[in-house]
């Protein structure tokens, strides 16, 4: 089994929307071994690329079987609750027919991580002492 | 001076959406005392309810006259860079042709913030270890 975890952003018609997402990624990376940064990719939902179809199928065809998605968005609303459960299905149907098992896991926003929550937490009440 | 924050989060016409909102202002106003407390709120730029507009007009009414804008967001796109900042203008005109002098800042996304952006980097890590 090899792992990997794809940020799912929104996506946007605005280019400078997808530069904290960039920076994001690049701050997680310098985190991780080399090995393990190359299993930590980027991917947006809609008006933005790469989509998450492209990085599940790239990553997919480097060897890894079992990707987490897991949503840069605060709450689960349509998107999360139904177009992106439906697009995995598809593609994980699609891959199983190429002969390939894969594990396509989609988490729940990392907005209601309770780390998360307690740095926003943290941000309100510096802004409320000012 | 009285100061208030606002929380501003999108909105969405799906109404589970808005219950992490809602309990993040719970868990925020907990941490504060009743009188801080009551200078947090929430508010969505579209499709859910109370809007950015009827929370600013409540607020001024009871006495606030400097309120932060924080969005709830990850990155700044044009609902950010143009829609909110519109609409603040305008209704500071509003509230100044009512003898209101308020100030209004809209702040960078939370997401930007390093404390939401390290707490982001902890749950990819975490989930890469699984």
Chains 1, 2 share one sequence.
């Not at 904290?20 to 939902?45: D, G, K, T």
């Not at 599940?56 to 709450?75: H, W, Y």
């Not at 299905?89 to 991580?113: I, R, W, Y």
């Amino acid at each position: 089994m090899t792992h990997a975890c794809i940020l799912l952003a929104h996506g946007s018609s605005d280019p400078r929307w997808s530069e904290p997402f960039q920076q994001l990624l690049i701050a997680i990376r310098q985190q991780l071994s080399s090995e393990q940064a190359n299993r930590v990719e980027l991917a947006y939902m809609e008006l933005s690329q790469p989509s998450l179809t492209h990085q599940i199928n790239t990553l997919v065809a480097q060897g890894v079987t079992d990707i987490n998605i897991l949503p840069l968005f605060f709450a689960a609303g349509r998107h999360l609750r139904q177009d992106v459960p439906q697009q995995l299905e598809q593609l994980k149907q699609e891959l199983k027919s190429q002969g390939k098992s894969v594990t396509l896991m989609l988490d729940s926003p990392v907005g209601l991580a309770p780390e998360v929550n307690q740095a926003i937490c943290q941000v309100v009440l510096q802004q409320l002492d000012q």
